[in-house]
Every structure is written in C-alpha cells, then in structure tokens.
C-alpha cells in the first residue's frame, strides 16, 4: 500500500511531461500563470496521489468489511 503511495508520487514528480501537462491544466482553471506553475506543480501531483490513496483506501475497506 505505501510502497504503491510512494512509485505514484515518485511516478508524478520525476516525469516532467506529466508535470507540464497538470500545469496546463491548472492554467485553464486559474488565469495568473505564476501562481499555477509554482503552486500548480506542486499541488496537483499531490492531489492526484491523495485521491488515488483515497480510492484505494475505501476499496480496501469494502473488502475487508465483507
């Protein structure tokens, strides 16, 4: 599980296309683009990875409950 966590977090920051094309996204919802590509980079590789762990975790849990 955190193994799992860690290669999609090390998957999001290491590829730098995958980077840029999340900041592209980010300028599309936010205008001023020196807020997004500093902040953007950071957060939305984050982000992703949360709601992965997120997805994972209530799968998880769903198996173990029945």
């Given at each position: 599980m955190i193994r799992l966590l860690t290669s999609f977090m090390l998957f999001y920051f290491f590829i730098p296309n995958q980077i840029s094309a999340?900041?592209?996204?980010a300028?599309?919802?936010?205008?001023?683009?020196?807020?997004?590509?500093?902040v953007g980079r950071?957060?939305?590789p984050i982000v992703i990875t949360a709601v992965i762990a997120l997805i994972v975790g209530?799968?998880?849990?769903?198996?173990?409950?029945?």
């Open positions: 999340f900041t592209i996204v300028n599309g919802v936010v205008d001023n683009e020196t807020v997004t590509s500093s950071l957060l939305f209530i799968k998880h849990l769903v198996k173990k409950k029945k």
